[in-house]
C-alpha cells in the first residue's frame, strides 16, 4: 500500500476512486481460488485501516463541534 503521509487529501481521495473503478473493472470469474482468497484478505485489512481512520476524522469533527441546546425558561 503506499504511503500518503504527504498526500493531499484530495489526492487520496482521487486514488481511492480510481482504486474502486479498477476493482469494479476487474473480472474475477476467472482467478483461482487462492487468489480471491488473498485478495479478500487484502481488502479487508484494508477496510479496517479506513474505518479506523475514518473514526479518528469523525471523532475530530465531533469534539471541534459545539453542539449547544438553548435552555428553556420557565414562563
Do not use: C, Y
Request: glycine share 2%.
Amino acid at each position: 500500500m503506499a504511503k500518503v503521509s504527504n498526500m493531499s487529501t484530495r489526492d487520496v481521495l482521487d486514488q481511492l476512486h480510481a482504486a474502486i473503478a479498477a476493482l469494479g473493472e476487474e473480472d474475477v470469474r476467472d482467478l483461482p481460488e487462492a487468489d480471491l482468497t488473498e485478495q479478500i484478505d487484502q481488502l479487508v485489512a484494508i477496510l479496517h485501516q479506513l474505518d479506523s481512520h475514518l473514526t479518528k476524522v469523525a471523532n475530530a469533527v465531533i469534539a471541534r463541534t459545539t453542539f449547544s441546546v438553548p435552555e428553556v425558561l420557565a414562563a
